[in-house]
């Protein structure tokens, strides 16, 4: 079965970091770009960061820029999303997606493979 898994949300206080970890089975993640994207309850979906297959090529939107850093191990399949200096804004069900195409604004990546989402509550 090809999925993807997110794992490592949940509720943080402001200021505080949290590691989001996407995992993917019965594909390799290595040759794909994946993207993290997030939707908030009223909000429309916002592409957070995205990566290239080898990783040499990362962006950011410009609300996350300098606190979130996006990284991949394709040995282990896995990507990840460093998120740091968390703010009460950055509540949402973060998602992780992988496509064929990398593109400097990540909302434009279109993704073959979507994970289920892990939420992440920034609350004091």
């Known amino acids: 079965q090809l999925q993807l898994v997110e794992s490592g949300g949940g509720l943080v206080q402001p200021g505080g970091s949290l590691r989001l970890s996407c995992a993917a089975s019965?594909?390799?993640?290595?040759?794909?770009?994946v993207g993290w994207f997030r939707q908030a309850p009223g909000k429309e979906r916002e592409g957070v960061s995205c990566?290239?297959?080898?990783?040499?090529?990362?962006s950011y939107a410009d609300s996350v820029k300098g606190r979130f850093t996006i990284s991949r191990d394709n040995a282990k399949n896995t990507v990840y999303l460093q998120m740091n200096s968390l703010k009460p804004e950055d509540t949402a069900v973060y998602y992780c997606?992988?496509?064929?195409?990398?593109?400097?604004?990540?909302?434009?990546?279109?993704?073959?493979?979507w994970g289920q989402g892990t939420q992440v509550t920034v609350s004091s």
């Open positions: 990566i290239s297959s080898s990783g040499g090529n990362t």
């Open positions: 019965g594909f390799t993640l290595g040759y794909l770009v």
């Open positions: 997606a992988a496509g064929d195409y990398y593109y400097n604004d990540c909302a434009r990546m279109p993704a073959d493979y």
